[in-house]
């Protein structure tokens, strides 16, 4: 598969930690900032904020810090493709995002279940997939213009 429009790809492997949405962060702003829209880079920057908080806080809340998430960041032309592979347990993301929005007229004013909201809001395409290494792989993809 060719690549046309590739403006920029990076990849970024991090502990298991809370700690390393820091790096995680500042990886993305050297990526990103200059390629992406103000509105767009920070729409983004809070979809990668939650996916990468979520593989901590619950894919691998059981595993070691040493257990590695695995970050990539593409940017196109025509728009920008965030994924996270973590290495918990098989995850229905739909069925979680479509629970929250159903439990509550206003799913925004509880705590669970917020970051799958944001995450759906701010990107055009969300999509959590489980691959044949027993990885899942969060993927975000957002149109730039």
Same mark, same amino acid.
């Not at 920029?8 to 390629?35: D, M, R, Y």
């Given at each position: 598969?060719?690549?046309?429009?590739?403006?920029?790809?990076?990849?970024?492997?991090?502990?298991?930690?809370?700690?390393?949405?820091?790096?995680?962060?500042?990886?993305?702003?050297?990526?990103?900032?200059?390629?992406?829209?103000?509105?767009?880079?920070?729409?983004?920057?809070?979809?990668?904020?939650?996916?990468?908080?979520?593989?901590?806080?619950?894919?691998?809340?059981?595993?070691? !810090?040493?257990?590695? *998430?695995? #970050? @990539?960041?593409?940017?196109?032309?025509?728009?920008?493709?965030? %994924? /996270?592979?973590?290495?918990?347990?098989?995850?229905?993301?739909?069925?979680?995002?479509?629970?929250?929005?159903?439990?509550?007229?206003?799913?925004?004013?509880?705590?669970?279940?917020?970051?799958?909201?944001?995450?759906?809001?701010?990107?055009? !395409?969300?999509?959590? *997939?489980? #691959? @044949?290494?027993?990885?899942?792989?969060?993927?975000?993809?957002? %149109? /730039?213009?």
């Amino acid at each position: 598969m060719i690549n046309a429009g590739l403006l920029a790809q990076s990849n970024l492997q991090v502990k298991t930690t809370l700690t390393s949405l820091e790096e995680v962060l500042f990886w993305f702003e050297g990526i990103a900032f200059t390629l992406l829209p103000s509105n767009i880079f920070h729409q983004c920057q809070i979809a990668l904020t939650e996916g990468f908080t979520n593989a901590v806080r619950h894919a691998h809340r059981a595993l070691p !810090e040493t257990t590695l *998430i695995e #970050l @990539e960041v593409k940017v196109f032309s025509p728009w920008i493709e965030m %994924r /996270i592979w973590d290495r918990g347990e098989p995850f229905d993301l739909e069925k979680a995002l479509e629970s929250v929005l159903q439990m509550h007229a206003d799913p925004l004013e509880h705590e669970g279940g917020r970051g799958l909201i944001f995450m759906s809001k701010l990107t055009d !395409e969300l999509h959590y *997939i489980r #691959l @044949e290494d027993q990885r899942n792989c969060l993927v975000m993809k957002k %149109r /730039i213009h």
